[in-house]
């Protein structure tokens, strides 16, 4: 037995470093696979992360988007403007009776600043002597009221909105029927095109 004791304490020896070296290499083996393995996790959350980033660009851009539509949109119509025609008239009738008021023709519809500015330039009088005729129309299917004895209102739907008219008489309302014949009777309206604000 002493003769194989050499042989076997070496035998053990080469065993022991056989099994030392193989626990080694699995141990970097193991730990190569970890780090790997952590790379790839941190390769594939770099690139969730880079695709997060590069998505929520993309939508905030969309959202900027959006937010200049809805301010190009609200910016396109002229809040609380509109296109109105106002006129003015002063004659004496029958030769002794002054009368005098005011005419209004409003359109309630709101337009672009480019609609405006082109109706304001325009020398068109239809819709206003479209409206004008409405109301001095007698007929009973109109829509009129008299807030007062002195004054005519009437509201039509056209002209892109609802179309308000109205016409106030400050002197001689007495020489009429109808607050609105005086202007109709009128020989001359002092007419005014212009944008009122609200």
Request: glycine letters at 6%.
């Amino acid at each position: 037995m002493s003769d194989y004791l050499p042989v076997i304490v070496g035998l053990y020896v080469f065993v022991s470093w056989i099994v030392h070296a193989n626990i080694i290499g699995i141990d970097e083996l193991v730990e190569e696979k970890i780090m790997a393995e952590k790379k790839s996790r941190h390769g594939v959350e770099l690139l969730l992360t880079d695709r997060v980033n590069e998505l929520e660009g993309v939508v905030k851009g969309l959202d900027q988007e959006v937010k200049d539509l809805g301010l190009t949109n609200a910016a396109a119509k002229q809040k609380n403007t509109f296109q109105s025609w106002t006129g003015t008239f002063d004659y004496v009738m029958l030769g002794r009776h002054r009368v005098e008021g005011y005419v209004e023709v409003l359109n309630t519809a709101e337009h672009t600043k480019e609609e405006n500015e082109a109706w304001m330039a325009s020398t068109d009088t239809t819709q206003r002597d479209k409206y004008l005729a409405k109301m001095y129309d007698n007929s009973p299917y109109r829509t009129i009221t008299r807030p007062t004895k002195d004054s005519s209102y009437m509201e039509w739907l056209g002209w892109q909105g609802s179309v308000i008219c109205r016409v106030n008489v400050y002197e001689g309302r007495e020489m009429f029927s109808r607050a609105e014949q005086a202007a109709e009777k009128a020989p001359k309206i002092e007419w005014k095109r212009q944008l009122i604000s609200s």
